[in-house]
């Protein structure tokens, strides 16, 4: 993964390059600029630093690592912020880019950064991680490096600022709707399944009323001729897709009692669910998924199972279905796997199906794709993963894809406020 984010003492990381909040002036600031002066020997850098001279905000220099587990330390000299009209953003985004290119030109692979300007500058840090976010993606469009932002003291816990809070929000009425959801739920039968179900079953059970009781024998040879012909007018009245029937032998009459059977079972399965028949349970949602698979898939000499069924529908490999919708999004290559934060190895390994991707992975590149959350479902159920509502990451991710945020650097920053494990890492 290009780049990643870990609590840590930036002086105890190990990477070619080492920003440092630097103090404009030739002087020891306080906080990280401290801590590396003292890490790194504060005489030996202290006097390298004064060959560089004063430096503006926006402005960076270049001196060896000497002591630390680098070969060079980057001084960056943020802005201070001052109610953001006075360019401040500007400034702080020259600071990032050119910290990076200064490394590309050194030969590093590799190069860690405190977030810029949050601390004792006051920057804002929704603010600040938007500007390193921004500044992270475009430099990887080109450049291969791999990026470490550290965060230091406790301090600086929500990284995201208020970006966390509105996660949070979103997290807990997300919470309240799958509480509601489940109350009021039929024990896991599929919502849409459910009205199916009580649809057919309503027309199919209803019991006439007095005034029509009389004239029912009359009609039901005209009902049971039309259910003959054109099976799909059922369909047609509850706006649903066109089940499939089991033929079966005989008349008209026991033709339809046969189509009233198959959801017999399937009403059951519900009823014994709803009421506690635990015993009944297992042999009951077997009989509502072989129901439920009749419906959509029609009847079969040999039995299939739901999942066989569904899985029928999903032909493409991932790789030619991710390929499609790269031609479709009209994206570059490089946008998505820097968007997705994916390596570009990894990236092509993808492309030619060499590799089986993680839920995480997927994940990262429905980002990258700037998939909305339809298509989103639809991508992970063709990798064979969904979403889950009692993943909070999955929630997380979900939020971001609701409000278009497309970068999965940020999404990482926020799970890391959470203390989940980021999408980079599966």
């Known amino acids: 993964m290009p780049f990643s984010i870990i609590r840590n003492d930036i002086t105890k990381v190990k990477a070619d390059a080492i920003v440092d909040t630097a103090n404009p002036d030739v002087a020891i600031g306080d906080g990280v600029d401290a801590a590396i002066y003292k890490a790194a020997g504060e005489e030996s850098l202290f006097a390298a630093r004064r060959e560089i001279g004063v430096l503006e905000p926006g402005e960076v220099g270049i001196t060896p690592a000497f002591d630390l587990d680098a070969k060079y330390i980057i001084h960056a000299s943020g802005p201070w912020w001052e109610g953001g009209d006075k360019g401040e953003a500007e400034l702080l985004r020259k600071c990032y880019d050119r910290s990076l290119i200064l490394a590309v030109e050194h030969g590093c692979e590799s190069i860690a950064f405190p977030l810029l300007a949050t601390g004792t500058y006051g920057f804002p840090k929704e603010l600040g991680i938007q500007i390193a976010v921004d500044a992270f993606t475009e430099f990887l469009l080109d450049h291969e490096m791999q990026i470490t932002l550290v965060v230091f003291g406790e301090y600086a816990y929500h990284v995201s600022g208020k970006i966390f809070d509105d996660v949070k929000s979103f997290i807990d009425e997300e919470y309240v709707n799958g509480v509601l959801e489940d109350e009021y739920s039929h024990d896991g039968i599929p919502e849409d399944s459910m009205v199916y179900l009580q649809s057919v079953s309503a027309f199919f059970d209803e019991e006439p009323d007095s005034d029509t009781a009389s004239e029912e024998s009359d009609e039901e040879e005209e009902f049971n001729e039309d259910w003959e012909e054109e099976p799909s007018d059922l369909s047609d009245k509850i706006g649903l897709p066109e089940p499939d029937y089991i033929e079966t032998q005989g008349s008209p009459r026991e033709k339809s009692k046969s189509k009233r ?128 509502p009692i993943s909070q990451t999955d929630v997380v991710v979900k939020y971001f894809i609701i409000h278009e945020d497309y970068n999965v650097m940020k999404i990482d920053i926020t799970l890391f406020d959470y203390g989940l494990d980021p999408l980079s890492k599966g």
Do not use: W
């Not at 009951?284 to 998924?289: I, V």
């Open 261 to 388: 059977g198959i959801f017999a079972d399937a009403m059951k399965a519900m009823s014994a669910a709803r009421i506690g028949k635990a015993k009944e349970s297992a042999p009951m949602a077997a009989a509502y998924d072989e129901c439920q698979a009749e419906m959509m898939f029609g009847a079969a000499k040999d039995s299939q199972s739901l999942d066989d069924a569904i899985k029928e529908m999903y032909t493409d490999s991932f790789e030619k279905h991710l390929q499609q919708l790269i031609n479709k999004k009209g994206l570059k290559n490089s946008e998505i796997y820097a968007a997705a934060n994916i390596s570009k190895q990894y990236f092509s390994k993808l492309l030619k199906g060499q590799v089986k991707p993680s839920k995480e992975k997927v994940l990262s590149l429905a980002i990258g794709l700037r998939l909305n959350l339809d298509e989103t479902v639809d991508f992970l159920r063709l990798a064979g993963y969904a979403l889950s």
